[in-house]
Protein backbone atom coordinates (compact mmCIF):
# COMPACT_ATOMS: atom_id res chain seq x y z
CA UNK A 1 0.00 0.00 0.00
CA UNK A 2 1.12 3.68 -0.91
CA UNK A 3 2.40 6.03 2.39
CA UNK A 4 0.99 9.57 1.41
CA UNK A 5 4.17 11.90 0.91
CA UNK A 6 2.69 13.38 4.17
CA UNK A 7 2.94 9.89 6.03
CA UNK A 8 6.17 9.98 4.57
CA UNK A 9 7.79 12.49 5.75
CA UNK A 10 6.10 12.50 9.41
CA UNK A 11 8.00 8.74 9.70
CA UNK A 12 11.38 10.02 8.23
CA UNK A 13 11.50 12.39 11.31
CA UNK A 14 11.98 9.57 13.15
CA UNK A 15 15.44 8.99 14.70
CA UNK A 16 16.88 12.69 15.02
CA UNK A 17 19.59 13.61 16.45
CA UNK A 18 18.03 15.61 19.54
CA UNK A 19 15.06 12.59 19.62
CA UNK A 20 15.37 12.66 22.90
CA UNK A 21 13.59 15.99 23.50
CA UNK A 22 11.09 15.35 20.99
CA UNK A 23 7.42 15.97 22.19
CA UNK A 24 5.04 12.70 21.83
CA UNK A 25 1.79 13.47 20.16
CA UNK A 26 -0.70 10.75 20.75
CA UNK A 27 -1.76 9.17 18.02
CA UNK A 28 1.02 10.83 15.62
CA UNK A 29 3.85 8.77 13.60
CA UNK A 30 5.81 10.70 16.22
CA UNK A 31 4.66 8.45 18.82
CA UNK A 32 6.95 5.74 17.62
CA UNK A 33 9.86 7.74 18.17
CA UNK A 34 12.63 6.94 20.61
CA UNK A 35 12.26 8.47 24.18
CA UNK A 36 15.45 8.58 24.58
CA UNK A 37 18.44 10.69 23.32
CA UNK A 38 20.55 7.99 21.58
CA UNK A 39 24.45 8.07 21.35
CA UNK A 40 25.82 10.41 18.24
CA UNK A 41 27.04 7.32 16.54
CA UNK A 42 23.95 5.36 16.98
CA UNK A 43 21.49 8.03 16.01
CA UNK A 44 23.05 8.53 12.82
CA UNK A 45 23.26 4.85 11.91
CA UNK A 46 19.20 5.07 13.05
CA UNK A 47 18.92 8.00 10.68
CA UNK A 48 20.62 6.64 8.22
CA UNK A 49 18.51 3.35 8.01
CA UNK A 50 15.46 5.51 8.10
CA UNK A 51 16.08 7.26 5.49
CA UNK A 52 15.96 4.53 3.06
CA UNK A 53 13.52 4.89 0.08
CA UNK A 54 10.80 2.99 0.85
CA UNK A 55 11.62 2.10 4.47
CA UNK A 56 8.39 1.96 6.62
CA UNK A 57 9.35 3.64 9.82
CA UNK A 58 6.14 3.37 11.64
CA UNK A 59 5.69 1.13 14.55
CA UNK A 60 2.29 0.82 16.13
CA UNK A 61 1.32 4.24 16.60
CA UNK A 62 -2.52 4.86 15.19
CA UNK A 63 -2.82 6.14 11.46
CA UNK A 64 -4.45 8.81 12.09
CA UNK A 65 -7.89 9.14 9.71
CA UNK A 66 -6.17 11.81 7.78
CA UNK A 67 -3.01 9.69 6.63
CA UNK A 68 -5.29 7.38 4.75
CA UNK A 69 -5.41 6.45 1.80
CA UNK A 70 -8.36 7.38 -0.73
CA UNK A 71 -10.38 4.34 -1.52
CA UNK A 72 -10.31 2.78 -4.70
CA UNK A 73 -11.04 -0.35 -6.55
CA UNK A 74 -7.94 -1.63 -7.09
CA UNK A 75 -7.09 -0.92 -3.48
CA UNK A 76 -9.95 -3.66 -2.73
CA UNK A 77 -9.30 -6.04 -5.10
CA UNK A 78 -5.85 -5.61 -3.68
CA UNK A 79 -6.86 -7.26 -0.29
CA UNK A 80 -7.48 -10.29 -1.68
CA UNK A 81 -4.71 -10.74 -3.81
CA UNK A 82 -2.36 -10.42 -0.59
CA UNK A 83 -4.21 -13.28 0.74
CA UNK A 84 -4.42 -15.41 -2.03
CA UNK A 85 -0.53 -14.45 -2.68
CA UNK A 86 0.61 -14.99 1.02
CA UNK A 87 -0.89 -18.57 1.18
CA UNK A 88 -0.68 -20.46 -2.27
CA UNK A 89 2.65 -21.91 -1.13
CA UNK A 90 4.01 -24.94 -0.29
CA UNK A 91 4.11 -24.91 3.86
CA UNK A 92 0.18 -25.03 3.60
CA UNK A 93 0.08 -27.61 0.81
CA UNK A 94 2.20 -29.73 2.95
CA UNK A 95 -0.40 -29.62 5.55
CA UNK A 96 -2.54 -31.29 3.00
CA UNK A 97 -0.41 -33.95 3.16
CA UNK A 98 -1.38 -34.93 7.26
CA UNK A 99 -4.84 -36.40 5.88
CA UNK A 100 -3.49 -39.28 3.96
CA UNK A 101 -0.57 -39.73 5.38
CA UNK A 102 -1.07 -39.24 9.04
CA UNK A 103 -4.17 -39.60 9.90
CA UNK A 104 -4.98 -42.22 6.97
CA UNK A 105 -7.98 -41.00 5.63
CA UNK A 106 -9.29 -41.46 2.02
CA UNK A 107 -8.91 -38.84 -0.53
CA UNK A 108 -12.21 -38.24 -0.67
CA UNK A 109 -12.39 -37.47 2.95
CA UNK A 110 -9.57 -35.44 3.13
CA UNK A 111 -10.54 -33.13 0.63
CA UNK A 112 -14.42 -32.71 1.66
CA UNK A 113 -12.71 -31.66 5.10
CA UNK A 114 -10.13 -29.40 3.17
CA UNK A 115 -13.03 -27.25 1.44
CA UNK A 116 -15.40 -26.78 4.21
CA UNK A 117 -12.58 -26.68 7.29
CA UNK A 118 -10.68 -23.76 5.12
CA UNK A 119 -14.35 -22.23 4.69
CA UNK A 120 -14.97 -22.14 8.11
CA UNK A 121 -11.36 -21.33 9.27
CA UNK A 122 -11.23 -18.32 7.12
CA UNK A 123 -14.16 -16.63 8.64
CA UNK A 124 -12.12 -15.92 11.77
CA UNK A 125 -9.28 -13.65 10.20
CA UNK A 126 -11.81 -12.08 7.97
CA UNK A 127 -13.80 -10.74 11.03
CA UNK A 128 -10.97 -9.52 12.31
CA UNK A 129 -9.62 -7.50 9.34
CA UNK A 130 -12.38 -5.36 9.30
CA UNK A 131 -11.00 -3.64 12.33
CA UNK A 132 -7.41 -2.49 10.69
CA UNK A 133 -9.62 0.48 8.54
CA UNK A 134 -11.86 1.11 10.98
CA UNK A 135 -9.47 1.52 13.86
CA UNK A 136 -6.08 2.35 12.11
CA UNK A 137 -4.64 0.15 14.97
CA UNK A 138 -2.92 -3.33 14.54
CA UNK A 139 -4.24 -6.33 15.56
CA UNK A 140 -2.65 -6.94 18.44
CA UNK A 141 -3.60 -3.31 19.95
CA UNK A 142 -7.22 -3.97 18.94
CA UNK A 143 -7.46 -7.34 21.35
CA UNK A 144 -6.77 -4.41 24.11
CA UNK A 145 -10.53 -2.67 23.65
CA UNK A 146 -11.48 -6.49 24.34
CA UNK A 147 -8.86 -8.39 26.48
CA UNK A 148 -7.87 -5.12 28.66
CA UNK A 149 -4.67 -3.45 28.50
CA UNK A 150 -2.57 -6.12 30.55
CA UNK A 151 -4.30 -9.50 29.03
CA UNK A 152 -3.92 -8.37 25.67
CA UNK A 153 0.17 -8.62 26.59
CA UNK A 154 -0.83 -12.22 26.68
CA UNK A 155 -2.27 -12.67 23.21
CA UNK A 156 0.26 -10.70 21.99
CA UNK A 157 3.32 -13.45 23.20
CA UNK A 158 0.71 -16.65 21.79
CA UNK A 159 0.33 -14.30 18.19
CA UNK A 160 3.94 -13.73 18.10
CA UNK A 161 4.49 -17.93 18.49
CA UNK A 162 2.32 -18.09 15.47
CA UNK A 163 4.17 -15.58 13.87
CA UNK A 164 7.54 -17.11 14.63
CA UNK A 165 6.40 -21.19 14.13
CA UNK A 166 4.86 -20.22 10.73
CA UNK A 167 8.32 -18.41 9.30
CA UNK A 168 10.27 -22.14 10.87
CA UNK A 169 8.13 -24.16 9.02
CA UNK A 170 8.44 -22.54 5.36
CA UNK A 171 12.15 -22.16 5.62
CA UNK A 172 12.06 -25.52 7.35
CA UNK A 173 10.01 -26.74 3.42
CA UNK A 174 11.92 -24.64 1.15
CA UNK A 175 15.15 -25.45 2.48
CA UNK A 176 13.75 -29.05 1.51
CA UNK A 177 12.45 -28.32 -1.23
CA UNK A 178 16.03 -27.15 -2.80
CA UNK A 179 18.49 -29.24 -1.45
CA UNK A 180 16.14 -31.88 -3.27
CA UNK A 181 16.20 -29.66 -6.18
CA UNK A 182 20.07 -29.69 -6.26
CA UNK A 183 20.57 -33.60 -5.79
CA UNK A 184 22.05 -32.87 -2.29
CA UNK A 185 24.82 -30.90 -3.53
CA UNK A 186 22.87 -28.15 -1.07
CA UNK A 187 22.39 -28.62 2.44
CA UNK A 188 19.05 -28.28 3.83
CA UNK A 189 20.27 -25.60 6.31
CA UNK A 190 21.76 -23.70 3.60
CA UNK A 191 18.55 -23.79 1.78
CA UNK A 192 16.87 -22.28 5.23
CA UNK A 193 19.08 -19.86 5.44
CA UNK A 194 18.58 -18.49 1.47
CA UNK A 195 15.04 -18.50 2.18
CA UNK A 196 15.34 -16.58 5.54
CA UNK A 197 17.46 -13.59 3.80
CA UNK A 198 15.32 -13.08 1.10
CA UNK A 199 12.10 -12.87 3.96
CA UNK A 200 14.28 -10.85 6.35
CA UNK A 201 15.17 -8.59 3.04
CA UNK A 202 11.53 -7.59 1.98
CA UNK A 203 9.58 -7.89 5.69
CA UNK A 204 11.92 -4.79 6.63
CA UNK A 205 11.32 -2.25 4.53
CA UNK A 206 8.04 -2.80 5.42
CA UNK A 207 4.40 -2.35 4.28
CA UNK A 208 4.47 -0.62 0.48
CA UNK A 209 7.28 -3.30 -0.65
CA UNK A 210 5.55 -5.77 0.92
CA UNK A 211 2.16 -5.39 -0.95
CA UNK A 212 4.02 -4.85 -4.36
CA UNK A 213 6.24 -8.27 -3.66
CA UNK A 214 2.96 -9.97 -3.10
CA UNK A 215 0.63 -8.08 -5.79
CA UNK A 216 3.41 -9.71 -8.69
CA UNK A 217 4.39 -12.55 -6.69
CA UNK A 218 1.41 -14.59 -7.13
CA UNK A 219 1.54 -14.59 -11.10
CA UNK A 220 4.21 -17.08 -11.23
CA UNK A 221 3.60 -18.94 -8.13
CA UNK A 222 -0.06 -19.84 -9.66
CA UNK A 223 1.07 -20.80 -12.78
CA UNK A 224 3.38 -23.55 -11.49
CA UNK A 225 1.03 -24.84 -9.19
CA UNK A 226 -1.27 -25.37 -12.19
CA UNK A 227 2.02 -27.23 -14.11
CA UNK A 228 2.01 -29.17 -10.63
CA UNK A 229 -1.56 -30.11 -11.13
CA UNK A 230 -0.56 -31.23 -14.93
CA UNK A 231 2.35 -33.41 -13.74
CA UNK A 232 1.48 -34.85 -10.69
CA UNK A 233 -2.50 -35.34 -11.26
CA UNK A 234 -2.43 -38.93 -13.37
CA UNK A 235 -0.56 -40.10 -10.31
CA UNK A 236 -3.50 -39.00 -7.63
CA UNK A 237 -5.04 -42.16 -6.00
CA UNK A 238 -8.79 -40.48 -6.21
CA UNK A 239 -9.90 -44.65 -5.09
CA UNK A 240 -7.95 -44.26 -1.65
CA UNK A 241 -10.23 -45.16 1.32
CA UNK A 242 -9.84 -44.30 4.99
CA UNK A 243 -8.33 -46.66 7.18
CA UNK A 244 -9.59 -48.18 10.24
CA UNK A 245 -13.36 -48.86 11.32
CA UNK A 246 -16.27 -46.29 11.65
CA UNK A 247 -15.28 -44.57 15.20
CA UNK A 248 -11.73 -44.48 14.19
CA UNK A 249 -12.14 -43.04 10.99
CA UNK A 250 -14.70 -40.75 12.21
CA UNK A 251 -12.05 -39.10 15.17
CA UNK A 252 -9.39 -39.14 12.77
CA UNK A 253 -11.79 -36.83 10.41
CA UNK A 254 -12.59 -34.89 13.28
CA UNK A 255 -8.72 -34.55 14.36
CA UNK A 256 -8.24 -33.25 10.29
CA UNK A 257 -11.01 -31.31 10.25
CA UNK A 258 -9.49 -29.06 13.29
CA UNK A 259 -5.85 -28.93 11.92
CA UNK A 260 -6.95 -27.71 8.54
CA UNK A 261 -9.36 -24.83 10.68
CA UNK A 262 -6.30 -23.42 12.32
CA UNK A 263 -4.32 -22.73 9.33
CA UNK A 264 -6.30 -20.37 7.95
CA UNK A 265 -7.50 -18.93 11.38
CA UNK A 266 -4.07 -18.45 12.49
CA UNK A 267 -4.22 -15.12 10.31
CA UNK A 268 -6.88 -13.79 12.84
CA UNK A 269 -3.78 -12.52 15.09
CA UNK A 270 -2.38 -10.25 12.73
CA UNK A 271 -5.34 -9.66 9.77
CA UNK A 272 -5.64 -6.01 10.83
CA UNK A 273 -2.63 -5.14 10.43
CA UNK A 274 -1.95 -4.78 6.91
CA UNK A 275 -5.22 -2.78 6.13
CA UNK A 276 -4.56 0.39 8.63
CA UNK A 277 -4.15 2.80 5.81
CA UNK A 278 -7.43 2.43 4.31
CA UNK A 279 -9.91 4.91 5.05
CA UNK A 280 -11.87 4.49 8.21
CA UNK A 281 -15.39 4.58 6.11
CA UNK A 282 -14.10 1.12 4.47
CA UNK A 283 -16.97 -0.91 3.76
CA UNK A 284 -16.95 -4.19 6.64
CA UNK A 285 -18.73 -6.50 4.43
CA UNK A 286 -16.00 -5.69 1.89
CA UNK A 287 -13.35 -6.08 4.07
CA UNK A 288 -14.43 -9.15 4.80
CA UNK A 289 -15.35 -10.08 1.73
CA UNK A 290 -12.23 -9.58 0.36
CA UNK A 291 -10.23 -11.20 3.13
CA UNK A 292 -12.31 -14.04 2.58
CA UNK A 293 -12.23 -14.73 -0.63
CA UNK A 294 -8.62 -14.46 -0.42
CA UNK A 295 -7.98 -16.75 2.22
CA UNK A 296 -10.48 -19.41 1.45
CA UNK A 297 -9.73 -19.89 -2.73
CA UNK A 298 -5.47 -20.26 -1.53
CA UNK A 299 -5.76 -22.74 1.41
CA UNK A 300 -8.27 -25.26 -0.94
CA UNK A 301 -6.10 -25.13 -3.95
CA UNK A 302 -3.24 -25.69 -2.32
CA UNK A 303 -4.33 -28.36 0.14
CA UNK A 304 -6.36 -30.12 -2.24
CA UNK A 305 -2.83 -30.25 -3.78
CA UNK A 306 -1.65 -31.54 -0.76
CA UNK A 307 -3.95 -34.14 -0.64
CA UNK A 308 -3.46 -35.51 -4.06
CA UNK A 309 -0.16 -35.77 -3.73
CA UNK A 310 0.29 -37.57 -0.24
CA UNK A 311 -2.50 -40.33 -1.97
CA UNK A 312 -0.07 -41.00 -4.79
CA UNK A 313 2.30 -42.21 -2.12
CA UNK A 314 0.73 -45.19 -1.59
CA UNK A 315 0.22 -46.26 -5.30
CA UNK A 316 3.95 -44.82 -6.77
CA UNK A 317 7.03 -46.23 -5.37
CA UNK A 318 9.15 -43.57 -6.45
CA UNK A 319 7.07 -40.74 -4.29
CA UNK A 320 6.89 -42.93 -1.69
CA UNK A 321 10.82 -43.15 -1.78
CA UNK A 322 10.73 -39.48 -2.06
CA UNK A 323 8.40 -38.83 0.87
CA UNK A 324 10.57 -41.27 3.08
CA UNK A 325 13.37 -38.32 2.08
CA UNK A 326 11.36 -35.27 3.12
CA UNK A 327 8.30 -33.60 2.13
CA UNK A 328 10.23 -31.57 -0.33
CA UNK A 329 11.26 -34.20 -1.96
CA UNK A 330 7.81 -35.38 -2.38
CA UNK A 331 7.37 -32.19 -4.08
CA UNK A 332 10.03 -32.73 -6.47
CA UNK A 333 8.90 -35.57 -7.58
CA UNK A 334 5.63 -34.29 -8.40
CA UNK A 335 7.40 -32.75 -11.36
CA UNK A 336 9.13 -36.15 -12.80
CA UNK A 337 8.91 -35.65 -16.06
CA UNK A 338 9.55 -32.53 -16.66
CA UNK A 339 13.35 -32.81 -16.70
CA UNK A 340 15.29 -29.47 -15.75
CA UNK A 341 11.87 -27.66 -16.44
CA UNK A 342 10.70 -29.49 -13.35
CA UNK A 343 13.77 -28.51 -10.72
CA UNK A 344 12.86 -24.91 -12.23
CA UNK A 345 9.39 -25.01 -11.24
CA UNK A 346 10.58 -26.60 -7.93
CA UNK A 347 12.69 -23.67 -6.97
CA UNK A 348 10.27 -21.12 -8.13
CA UNK A 349 7.31 -23.03 -5.57
CA UNK A 350 10.25 -22.86 -3.10
CA UNK A 351 11.01 -19.24 -2.82
CA UNK A 352 7.51 -18.36 -3.12
CA UNK A 353 7.31 -19.38 0.15
CA UNK A 354 8.87 -15.97 1.18
CA UNK A 355 5.09 -14.59 0.30
CA UNK A 356 4.08 -16.12 3.19
CA UNK A 357 6.96 -15.49 5.52
CA UNK A 358 7.33 -11.72 4.87
CA UNK A 359 3.69 -10.80 6.50
CA UNK A 360 4.71 -13.25 9.60
CA UNK A 361 7.82 -11.27 10.26
CA UNK A 362 5.98 -8.02 9.91
CA UNK A 363 2.92 -8.78 12.08
CA UNK A 364 5.88 -9.93 14.59
CA UNK A 365 7.77 -7.11 14.41
CA UNK A 366 4.95 -5.14 15.46
CA UNK A 367 3.80 -7.39 17.98
CA UNK A 368 7.09 -7.16 19.86
CA UNK A 369 6.14 -3.36 20.00
CA UNK A 370 2.56 -4.22 21.71
CA UNK A 371 4.40 -5.89 24.50
CA UNK A 372 5.33 -2.09 26.69
CA UNK A 373 6.84 1.16 26.08
CA UNK A 374 10.45 -0.59 26.56
CA UNK A 375 9.69 -2.68 23.67
CA UNK A 376 8.24 -0.09 21.22
CA UNK A 377 10.73 2.24 21.45
CA UNK A 378 13.28 -0.44 19.58
CA UNK A 379 12.23 0.43 15.85
CA UNK A 380 10.10 -1.77 13.96
CA UNK A 381 13.16 -3.05 11.29
CA UNK A 382 15.13 -3.99 14.34
CA UNK A 383 12.13 -6.44 15.60
CA UNK A 384 11.64 -7.67 12.57
CA UNK A 385 15.44 -8.53 12.37
CA UNK A 386 15.45 -10.30 15.61
CA UNK A 387 11.67 -12.10 14.78
CA UNK A 388 13.95 -13.51 11.33
CA UNK A 389 17.09 -14.55 13.96
CA UNK A 390 14.84 -16.72 15.87
CA UNK A 391 12.91 -18.33 13.29
CA UNK A 392 15.89 -19.26 11.34
CA UNK A 393 17.43 -21.09 14.68
CA UNK A 394 14.51 -22.78 14.89
CA UNK A 395 14.10 -23.86 11.69
CA UNK A 396 17.58 -25.46 11.24
CA UNK A 397 17.01 -26.87 14.82
CA UNK A 398 14.02 -28.50 13.82
CA UNK A 399 14.87 -29.47 10.27
CA UNK A 400 14.10 -33.29 10.85
CA UNK A 401 10.57 -32.96 12.58
CA UNK A 402 8.85 -31.31 9.99
CA UNK A 403 5.38 -33.31 11.07
CA UNK A 404 5.77 -33.48 14.49
CA UNK A 405 5.82 -29.70 14.22
CA UNK A 406 3.07 -29.74 11.82
CA UNK A 407 0.88 -31.88 13.90
CA UNK A 408 1.39 -29.95 17.56
CA UNK A 409 2.15 -26.56 17.05
CA UNK A 410 -0.87 -25.81 13.86
CA UNK A 411 -3.67 -27.26 16.52
CA UNK A 412 -2.42 -25.72 19.86
CA UNK A 413 -2.54 -22.37 18.31
CA UNK A 414 -5.85 -22.82 16.94
CA UNK A 415 -7.09 -23.73 20.68
CA UNK A 416 -6.19 -20.05 21.62
CA UNK A 417 -7.23 -18.18 18.71
CA UNK A 418 -11.00 -19.70 18.18
CA UNK A 419 -11.19 -18.38 22.59
CA UNK A 420 -10.02 -14.85 21.27
CA UNK A 421 -12.44 -14.57 18.93
CA UNK A 422 -15.29 -15.97 20.47
CA UNK A 423 -14.67 -13.06 22.98
CA UNK A 424 -13.90 -10.31 20.12
CA UNK A 425 -17.65 -11.45 18.76
CA UNK A 426 -19.29 -11.66 22.56
CA UNK A 427 -18.18 -8.02 23.14
CA UNK A 428 -18.80 -6.67 20.08
CA UNK A 429 -21.91 -8.03 19.75
CA UNK A 430 -23.34 -7.64 23.69
CA UNK A 431 -22.12 -5.01 24.78
CA UNK A 432 -20.89 -2.79 22.26
CA UNK A 433 -23.29 -3.33 19.67
CA UNK A 434 -24.83 0.12 20.21
CA UNK A 435 -21.51 1.67 21.07
CA UNK A 436 -18.20 2.94 19.38
CA UNK A 437 -14.43 2.60 20.27
CA UNK A 438 -12.12 5.71 21.46
CA UNK A 439 -9.14 4.05 18.48
CA UNK A 440 -7.17 7.11 19.47
CA UNK A 441 -7.06 6.01 23.57
CA UNK A 442 -4.92 2.93 22.77
CA UNK A 443 -2.45 3.06 25.48
CA UNK A 444 -4.93 5.08 27.55
CA UNK A 445 -5.44 2.14 30.53
CA UNK A 446 -8.37 4.40 32.06
CA UNK A 447 -10.62 4.35 28.71
CA UNK A 448 -9.48 0.49 28.02
CA UNK A 449 -11.20 -2.27 29.84
CA UNK A 450 -9.39 -3.49 32.98
CA UNK A 451 -9.56 -7.14 31.85
CA UNK A 452 -11.34 -9.11 34.15
CA UNK A 453 -13.95 -10.50 32.39
CA UNK A 454 -11.80 -11.77 29.35
CA UNK A 455 -8.75 -12.34 31.16
CA UNK A 456 -10.53 -15.28 33.33
CA UNK A 457 -12.59 -16.50 30.48
CA UNK A 458 -9.52 -17.28 28.33
CA UNK A 459 -7.48 -19.11 31.18
CA UNK A 460 -11.41 -21.21 31.43
CA UNK A 461 -11.48 -21.50 28.19
CA UNK A 462 -8.33 -23.75 28.00
CA UNK A 463 -9.98 -26.33 29.87
CA UNK A 464 -11.75 -27.09 27.04
CA UNK A 465 -8.53 -27.99 25.00
CA UNK A 466 -6.80 -29.81 28.24
CA UNK A 467 -10.06 -31.74 28.12
CA UNK A 468 -10.39 -32.48 24.46
CA UNK A 469 -6.89 -32.53 22.64
CA UNK A 470 -5.28 -35.04 21.29
CA UNK A 471 -1.60 -34.18 20.22
CA UNK A 472 1.25 -37.07 20.90
CA UNK A 473 2.40 -35.28 24.21
CA UNK A 474 -0.92 -34.80 25.85
CA UNK A 475 -4.51 -36.62 25.11
CA UNK A 476 -7.15 -35.39 26.98
CA UNK A 477 -9.57 -37.44 28.85
CA UNK A 478 -12.49 -36.30 26.52
CA UNK A 479 -10.15 -37.25 23.69
CA UNK A 480 -9.29 -40.40 24.47
CA UNK A 481 -12.72 -41.74 24.20
CA UNK A 482 -13.17 -40.74 20.39
CA UNK A 483 -12.29 -44.36 18.49
CA UNK A 484 -9.69 -46.72 19.02
CA UNK A 485 -6.81 -43.92 19.68
CA UNK A 486 -7.99 -40.62 19.98
CA UNK A 487 -9.71 -37.48 18.25
CA UNK A 488 -9.03 -33.76 18.73
CA UNK A 489 -12.10 -32.04 20.06
CA UNK A 490 -9.88 -29.17 21.72
CA UNK A 491 -10.64 -26.70 19.92
CA UNK A 492 -14.28 -26.80 20.14
CA UNK A 493 -14.63 -27.57 23.52
CA UNK A 494 -12.87 -23.95 23.90
CA UNK A 495 -14.62 -22.37 21.83
CA UNK A 496 -17.64 -23.91 24.43
CA UNK A 497 -16.26 -23.30 27.80
CA UNK A 498 -15.47 -19.34 26.86
CA UNK A 499 -18.62 -18.37 24.69
CA UNK A 500 -20.09 -19.58 28.48
CA UNK A 501 -18.12 -17.96 30.62
CA UNK A 502 -17.97 -14.49 29.43
CA UNK A 503 -20.67 -13.02 29.18
CA UNK A 504 -21.86 -12.71 32.50
CA UNK A 505 -18.35 -12.38 33.91
CA UNK A 506 -18.15 -8.99 31.01
CA UNK A 507 -22.12 -7.89 32.79
CA UNK A 508 -20.45 -8.49 36.37
CA UNK A 509 -17.15 -6.33 35.41
CA UNK A 510 -19.35 -3.56 33.60
CA UNK A 511 -21.46 -3.13 36.55
CA UNK A 512 -18.70 -2.65 38.98
CA UNK A 513 -15.81 -1.23 37.24
CA UNK A 514 -18.08 0.30 34.34
CA UNK A 515 -15.48 -0.21 32.06
Not at 194 to 210: E, N, Q, S
Amino acid sequence: MKASKELSDCEKGFGEKDVGNVEVIPGSPNEDALPIHLPEKLSRWNRTIQSLSGLEARGISRVQPTEREVPTLAALVQMALMWYSANITLNNLAVGFLGPLLFELGFLDSALIVVFACFLGSIGPAYMAIWGPQSGNRTMVVARYFMGYWPAKLTTVLNLIIMVGYGTISCIIGGQVLSAVSGGTMSVVVGIILIALICWAIAVFGMKPFHIYEKYQSIPQTIVLFILVGSAGPHFNASLQSVGNSATIAANRLSFFSLQLSVPLSWAGASSDFFVYYPENSSKRMVFAMTFIGLSVSFIFVNLLGVGLASGVSTDAGWGTAYSTSSGALLLAGFDGLGGFGKFCAVVVALGLCSNVVPSIYAAALDFQVLGKVWKAIPRYTWATVAAIIYLICAVAGRDHLFLIFQNFLALMGYWLAMFIMIVLEEHIIFRRNQGFDWAAYEDKTKLPVGVAALISFLVGWVGPILGMYQVWWTGPVARYMGDTGGDLGIWLGMAFTAVVFPPLRFVELRQIRR
